[in-house]
């Protein structure tokens, strides 16, 4: 069962699929930046599970346009060629152009060892009774079984344009 996590917006047409500590990186298999997504209303879905010895965690993290949420569970999915590495417990789906957004007093000359609000954002709310949440422009959640790597999905409507974006964290087979 789904529950409803709340809607963000899409502008850029590109959404990363990434542990939000990561800074973007195209070139890399640890993240995903799909192209061609469609710009709109999105909402954010998590599905979490009883796992025996663990408690109840969050299995899988889903993203879909508006205009086939209604339709998630019957969308035709598509594994990723890239991984969801995770070193922060946590993972996301975000669009580009708010991705890791530095903090507006940040000093673009020196080297800042503090994580930026956006970061402490994302950590607030996956620790957060929840564990998943919406935020400007992306949602993120607590992992299965924390840090590792996990799948990605997406589908595609008629116009071969990204729909919609899912994490799985924990496979059935795993419980």
Request: proline fraction near 2%.
């Amino acid at each position: 069962m789904y529950k409803v996590l709340g809607q963000f917006e899409v502008t850029s047409g590109k959404l990363v699929v990434s542990d939000p500590c990561y800074d973007l990186n195209e070139n890399t298999i640890i993240m995903g930046v799909l192209d061609d997504v469609l710009n709109g209303a999105w909402s954010a879905y998590v599905s979490k599970t009883e796992v025996q010895d663990w408690g109840e965690a969050c299995a899988k993290l889903i993203a879909c346009h508006s205009s086939v949420a209604d339709k998630k569970e019957t969308l035709e999915w598509v594994k990723g060629n890239f991984i969801v590495g995770v070193d922060s417990g946590q993972a996301g789906i975000f669009d580009v152009s708010k991705y890791r957004i530095p903090d507006a007093d940040a000093d673009s000359i020196e080297p800042n060892d503090t994580d930026s609000d956006w970061y402490l954002a994302c950590c607030d709310i996956t620790e957060s009774g929840e564990e998943a949440g919406v935020l400007d422009g992306g949602v993120v959640s607590r992992t299965g079984f924390g840090d590792g790597a996990y799948a990605a999905y997406y589908a595609v409507n008629g116009q071969s344009q990204i729909s919609g974006v899912k994490i799985i964290f924990i496979k059935d087979a795993d419980l």
